[in-house]
């Protein structure tokens, strides 16, 4: 139960005041101005939180749990070890906010825009990102699994080293992304676009990529081991020491790829084009 009320919340923020270990569980707090405000370990789980704004406040190590946050802005925010969890962010604005190090389980993000916004070492599962915007973010080292990634668009997205186990990402355009050394084992890559990114050193192990969009794309060392890439795009792509491994790229295209040492034992390359491949 919150031991303070939302006309206390309001006049401590206009004060300039900063809230430290308040609870404020359950509060009605739509389309509140929390701009430029500070919160430390303060409690608001399953409070409703729709169209407010957040732009330039700070908040660190808070509960926002279980909570209603459609349509809120959050630019230039800061959410470090935040836990959001079961939380509803649909439809915001997260340019350049920081998210670092926070607790996404079953986050709902999908169709909001999410525009150079820092998820370095975040964790979560069963996440919402569909139809989100994503361009320019931070997403390394981060743990994502079987979370929802279709068509959402993050083009020049970093996630070296981050985990995607599972997670479906069908339709997404990433293109000219950093991905080297990212796990995405059984995930769903089927129409994607990830043109000249650079995902060597990725593991791929039974993930299905079907029709993807791999041009010009750097897969040095990758882990494609079992991978369904029918009808793939790898045009111009570098496969160099690249493990295809019973993989299935019937009716690809590998024109013009470098596949220097590539480990093709049982791999199927019925009706695919490699005019002009290097190996």
Known sequence: MADITRKDVERRIKRGESLKEIDMTGL?????????????????????????????????ACLFNECEMQECNLQESSFV???????????SILIEANFRQTVLHSTDFSGSFLQDVVLI?????????????????????????????????????????????????RGARLDSSQIQGAILNFCNLADASLQECNLSKAQLFSSN???????????????????????????????NNANLTKADFSNSIFDGADMNGVMDQDTVLEGASLEGVTR
């Open 121 to 169: 070492e975040a964790r979560g599962d069963l996440c919402n990102f569909s139809f989100s915007t994503l361009n320019e973010s931070n997403l390394n080292s981060a743990i994502f699994h079987v979370c929802d990634f279709s068509a959402c668009h993050g083009f020049g997205i970093s996630a070296a080293a981050s985990d995607f186990t599972g997670s479906e990402f």
């Open 81 to 91: 070890e935040c836990d959001f969890s079961k939380t509803d962010l649909r439809d």
């Open 209 to 239: 990529l079907e029709n993807v969009r791999l041009n010009s794309a750097v897969l040095q060392e990758a882990f494609l081991m079992g991978a369904k890439a029918e009808r793939a795009d790898l045009t111009d792509t570098v496969l």
């Open 28 to 60: 009605n707090l739509d389309d509140l101005n929390f701009e430029g405000s500070i919160f430390y370990k303060c409690k608001l789980t399953g409070s409703r939180i729709n169209s407010s704004n957040f732009a330039f406040s700070r908040f660190e």
